[in-house]
């Protein structure tokens, strides 16, 4: 496994973790980092990313419920919404990764933890996100 995926995983269990028993995101981490070792710098990586998703998270719902067509928010499992925000928030909020490798990444991992119907739809809201920001950059760009 790539270490990078490895580390996205991590951060998809501690933003589980935080949705449900509400602990400090810190201790989170800690919990995190004992279970699993990540290397190369990806124990960094991973620690951004889950704070930027544990504090974007609101927004990253904003946009998801702004791309949903005949679905309600509130019908969303509770996994395929915790990788949206993690994608959503790499993509959009940190840009250290191309978004094409952040939507693939994002994927796979619904494809291993999520029902059979999730990657797809993993995969359409994340490419409506990724076309609608890619818009918004070039008309801010355009205007600028």
């Known amino acids: ?26 201790k989170i981490l800690k919990d995190v980092f004992q279970r699993e070792e990540y290397g190369n710098g990806n124990e960094e990586f991973l620690k951004s990313l889950f704070f930027e998703t544990v504090s974007q998270s609101d927004e990253c719902d904003k946009l998801i419920d702004s791309h949903l067509k005949n679905w309600e928010f509130n019908r969303i499992a509770l996994l395929d919404k915790l990788i949206l925000r993690m994608a959503i928030t790499e993509m959009v909020f940190m840009n250290e990764t191309p978004p094409k490798v952040v939507i693939s990444e994002a994927i796979e991992i619904a494809k291993e933890y999520s029902t059979e119907e999730s990657s797809s739809f993993v995969n359409g809201i994340l490419d409506a996100v990724y076309k609608h920001s890619k818009f918004k950059k070039s008309k801010q760009e355009k205007a600028g």
């Open 1 to 26: 496994m790539h270490p990078r995926r490895k580390a996205r995983i991590g951060v998809l269990e501690a933003v589980y973790a935080e949705s449900q028993i509400h602990e400090k995101p810190e």
